[in-house]
Structures are given as C-alpha cells and as structure tokens.
C-alpha cells in the first residue's frame, strides 16, 4: 500500500493534469465563467481510482488543507456525473460510489465551508445529512446555508429538513424574503410538508407571481395537496 503522501500527490498529479487539459481545450472566457466541459477530460478514471485508494485508506483528520481542497476541487468538476458523491439520488442513502465513509464526507464538508466554488459547496450541501453526526450535520449546513448563492441555500434547506430541523421555518421565511424564485419553491414544497398554514398563504402568494415556473409550481403543489 502507497503512504498517504504518495497518494495526496497522486491526486495534487491529478489537478494539475486537468488544468492543463482545461486551458488547451476552452476558451479563456469558458475558464473564467466556469463553463469548462468537465464531463469530457479523458483521465477520470484514474481519478477515481486515486481517490477509492485515498478513501479506503487515508484517515481524513490527517490531511492538510491542500489535499482536501484539491479533493473538494475534482468534486466540483463532477457535479453532473454523481460518482463521487451521490448527491442527486433522492432515493439512496449511499453516499458515493468510490467508498468515501461519513467520517470523510464530514470532513471534506467541514472544510468546504470555506470554498467558493458553488458547484462542490452545493452538492457538499445536499448530501451533509448522511453523517452519522446529526447535529454537527445541522450545525455545518447552518453555515453553508449563510452561502450568498441560492443553490446552495436551497439544497442546505432540504437537508436541514431531512434531518427535522426544529427553526426551519424561520429559515424558510427568510429565503422566501430573498425573493429567488427556485428558492421560493423550495420553501413551498417544505411547507406542504410541515406548515399547512404557510404553505396555504404562500402558496396563493406564488400562485399570482409573474415568474413562470414558480407560478406553474404553486398551482401544481396545491393540486397534490388537495
């Protein structure tokens, strides 16, 4: 077996490899607006096999910030293919399909707070409520939900709710303030779960929005409700 620092610069390898394919394959613009084509570097493979090897036999408390970082990185990169984290099945608990324990994703999570980069901060957010540790789950997406991004704040909402977050309806009030429309449809949806009362009231508010999708979604709901 490789020591941890052996495979730390195996997947620090891994970053650079990508990089250097992103900026012969996109365009400046691509790289500065994160459009980069992720999906299409052709060396995820041994990616993932570098990071089913860290997460079958690193303990996570002894990686440096680095190395977390370029895992939250490469996270980032795979956010509409689902191996590492298995954030977009409602229907399982499995937390990835590399191994990765809920003592790794707690801490890739624990650091992650600190990242910018939205597309591995939301999917870090939708899957926080598998930790074994409910309330530093519920203490860590508090965190993430002060995220200045929606999305983020969206798939913090529907993990603190799976976890049965006893202030959620203050935090969905002050999403519904925000005025975001797919954040507004989040808080409906979580109402018609645990509010009737708000969910009535806020439901007629959206049901006259001039936003299309969060109009069609009120009328929809409030159907399934009925």
Not at 97 to 109: A, D, H, Y
Request: hydrophobic residues 35%.
């Amino acid at each position: 077996m490789e020591n941890r620092k052996q495979i730390e610069n195996k997947i620090q390898k891994n970053v650079e490899e990508f990089w250097k394919w992103a900026f012969k394959s996109s365009s400046k613009e691509e790289i500065l607006n994160g459009e980069i084509d992720s999906p299409s570097f052709p060396n995820w493979q041994k990616i993932e096999n570098n990071l089913e090897e860290a997460f079958r036999n690193l303990n996570f408390d002894e990686l440096g910030n680095k190395t977390l970082d370029n895992i939250i990185f490469i996270i980032a990169q795979q956010w509409d293919i689902g191996i590492i984290l298995n954030w977009f099945n409602k229907g399982g608990e499995e937390i990835g399909q590399l191994g990765m324990t809920e003592l790794q994703l707690q801490r890739i999570c624990e650091r992650g707070v600190t990242t910018n980069l939205i597309d591995a901060k939301s999917q870090l957010a939708a899957s926080l409520y598998k930790i074994e540790n409910k309330e530093k789950a519920k203490e860590l997406l508090l965190s993430y939900y002060k995220d200045e991004d929606e999305y983020i704040r969206r798939m913090s909402l529907n993990s603190l709710h799976k976890l049965g977050y006893q202030n959620i309806n203050d935090l969905l009030l002050n999403s519904w303030d925000k005025n975001e429309e797919y954040e507004r449809m989040i808080c409906l949806q979580i109402w018609s779960e645990i509010n009737e009362k708000e969910f009535i009231k806020y439901c007629e508010i959206a049901e006259k929005d001039e936003r299309k999708y969060l109009r069609e979604f009120a009328i929809k709901i409030k159907k399934e409700q009925e």
